[in-house]
């Protein structure tokens, strides 16, 4: 089969100078959601038209599996599809597809495909309590389609028609050239319509069949931001529901964006507010806490992600505890039964064991080993200003608060560093270190008082 997507519409309403097919939804360009559809479908060929911002939508959407007909001017949606002929494998169907439509089920287009066969030509249609705006399905007596008929160019009878187009067909491809080559524009819009190749389908003896989709919402297109806003929250929820039907807890359903893919085990919970970005995984008896954003990263079973908590790339060991207020950046491994607290940043670095780091304080570039105690306020010193350097930190070490480790450096196995030491020498095994200082008081000291103006 062939599939041609049409994205070469401007969009002029969503008021942006991003092709229209880039928006986002749930964190991807509306069109890479089709693609991505059309892939599960394994066409032989995969035909995106392009037109508006060509070159930013290739950028965005190429891969070697996608192929790009140019659409030079927006003549209408027959034009467009004609555009792509030249790519396409004469010998099978070809399924059109629109860019700015996102949410249409693989199973929705397997029905049509299906119901049309080889041979013959098939459309998409849904029955709708307003059809006003879209292509509107006659049928003749026996129930046969007749055409289809655009809201611009439909009299009163036919307006009153609630089947609509959806503009997704499936046609047989080796008599699809001639019957776009035919194609008149003498209609209200002064367009080449794709849906009056039906006529010459029907013309050409060749049977028209239709089918639906399960849900309507999966036939809807974007044009406007409130569409996309629609469909995001219309696609949130279908996300949400798969995970409570796959038993996760979510406090509120309405209350969570993925965004990528989240992958949960059993007995995870999740509370409100929470944003999962790229590959996310959730080993079983994972909570969540509310307000936490987490992308690209890995959760081992039983860990606690307490409030407020933002992870942008890491893995965690069973058992940990992050936050509230934590921030796991690239790199950040923790063992198990590690905690990690409030206003505690790590970053590419491996916390071993047990090792705790509960406030303020910057782990950069470090290796952790076990059991070891980071003291409140310590900071790794890892940038020279030029390059970044490790630290090395031997299993059950105690860091007493406000220590600065200046990197490269290595602290051995059982140390003890004092509060307020600057580490910037090894430090071997067992030893405690310190930096001197004296410690002064005075009597008789006044404080300033402030000026009376
Ligand atoms: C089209 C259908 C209508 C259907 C509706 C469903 C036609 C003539 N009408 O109408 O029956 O009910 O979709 O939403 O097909 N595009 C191009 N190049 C063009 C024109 C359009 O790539 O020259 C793309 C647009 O970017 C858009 C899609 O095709 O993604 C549909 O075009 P649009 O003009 O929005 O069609 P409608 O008027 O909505
Ligand atoms: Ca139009």
């Known amino acids: 089969m062939n599939i041609v997507i049409l994205a070469a519409g401007m969009?002029?309403?969503?008021?942006?100078?991003?092709?229209?097919?880039?928006?986002?939804?749930?964190?991807?360009?509306?069109?890479a959601h089709v693609i991505d559809t059309a892939r599960t479908l394994s066409p032989t060929r995969l035909v995106v038209v392009v037109g508006h911002g060509a070159d930013k939508v290739r950028e965005a959407v190429g891969a070697p599996d996608v192929q790009f007909a140019l659409q030079d001017k927006q003549l209408g949606t027959g034009h467009a599809v004609q555009q792509a002929l030249p790519l396409l494998d004469p010998s099978v169907p070809t399924l059109v597809l629109?860019?700015?439509?996102?949410?249409?089920?693989?199973?929705?287009?397997?029905?049509?495909?299906?119901?049309?066969?080889?041979?013959?030509?098939?459309?998409?249609?849904?029955?709708?309590?307003?059809?006003?705006?879209?292509?509107?399905?006659?049928?003749?007596?026996?129930?046969?389609?007749?055409?289809?008929?655009?809201q611009k160019d439909a009299s009163e009878e036919e307006r009153r028609i609630a089947e609509i187009n959806t503009g997704i067909v499936i046609t047989p491809t080796r008599t699809l050239e001639t019957w776009l080559a035919s194609l008149r524009n003498n209609n209200a819009q002064g367009e080449f319509y794709l849906t009056d190749v039906?006529?010459?389908?029907?013309?050409?003896?060749?049977?028209?069949?239709?089918?639906?989709?399960?849900?309507?919402?999966?036939?809807?297109?974007?044009?406007?931001?409130?569409?996309?806003?629609?469909?995001?929250?219309?696609?949130?929820?279908?996300?949400?529901?798969a995970l409570l039907d796959a038993g996760v807890t979510l406090m509120d359903p309405a209350r969570i964006d993925v965004r990528g893919t989240l992958e949960c085990g059993a007995d995870v919970s999740i509370d409100v507010n929470c944003?999962?970005?790229?590959?996310?995984?959730?080993?079983?008896?994972?909570?969540?806490?509310?307000?936490?954003?987490?992308?690209?990263?890995?959760?081992g079973a039983g860990t606690r992600v307490d409030a407020y908590t933002h992870i942008e790339g890491g893995t965690t060991g069973a058992n940990v505890v992050l936050g509230p207020y934590a921030r796991l950046r690239p790199g950040a491994k923790l063992?198990?039964?590690?905690?990690?607290?409030?206003f505690v940043e790590v970053k590419n670095a491996v916390l071993g064991r047990g090792s705790k780091a509960n406030h303020l304080t910057y782990i950069g570039?470090?290796?952790?080993?076990?059991?070891?105690?980071?003291?409140?306020?310590?900071?790794?010193?890892?940038?020279d200003g030029a390059n970044k350097h490790r630290t090395v930190i031997e299993d059950d070490v105690f860091i007493g608060s406000d220590t600065q480790l200046v990197a490269p450096v290595r602290v051995g196995r059982g140390v003890t560093i004092a509060a307020g030491t600057t580490v910037w020498k090894d430090v071997g095994e067992g030893e405690l270190v310190l930096n001197e200082k004296t410690q002064v008081s005075k009597t008789g000291y006044v404080r300033p008082v402030k000026k009376k103006s």
């Open 198 to 241: 039906v006529e010459r389908a029907i013309d050409a003896g060749v049977e028209v069949v239709t089918a639906q989709p399960d849900a309507e919402w999966e036939t809807l297109g974007v044009n406007s931001k409130i569409q996309l806003a629609e469909l995001e929250r219309i696609h949130q929820r279908n996300v949400a529901n």
């Open 365 to 383: 570039d470090t290796d952790i080993g076990a059991r070891v105690n980071v003291g409140a306020g310590t900071i790794t010193c890892n940038y």
């Open 11 to 31: 969009g002029k309403r969503m008021r942006s100078a991003l092709p229209k097919v880039l928006h986002s939804l749930a964190g991807k360009p509306l069109l």
């Open 98 to 150: 629109y860019g700015d439509v996102p949410l249409t089920r693989a199973s929705t287009l397997e029905r049509l495909i299906e119901a049309a066969g080889a041979e013959r030509y098939g459309v998409l249609t849904v029955t709708v309590g307003d059809p006003t705006g879209y292509g509107r399905i006659v049928r003749d007596a026996s129930g046969k389609v007749k055409k289809i008929v655009e």
């Open 335 to 342: 063992g198990d039964e590690a905690h990690i607290g409030n």
């Open 275 to 299: 944003v999962f970005e790229g590959r996310v995984t959730l080993a079983d008896n994972v909570t969540i806490g509310p307000n936490c954003v987490i992308r690209d990263a890995t959760i």
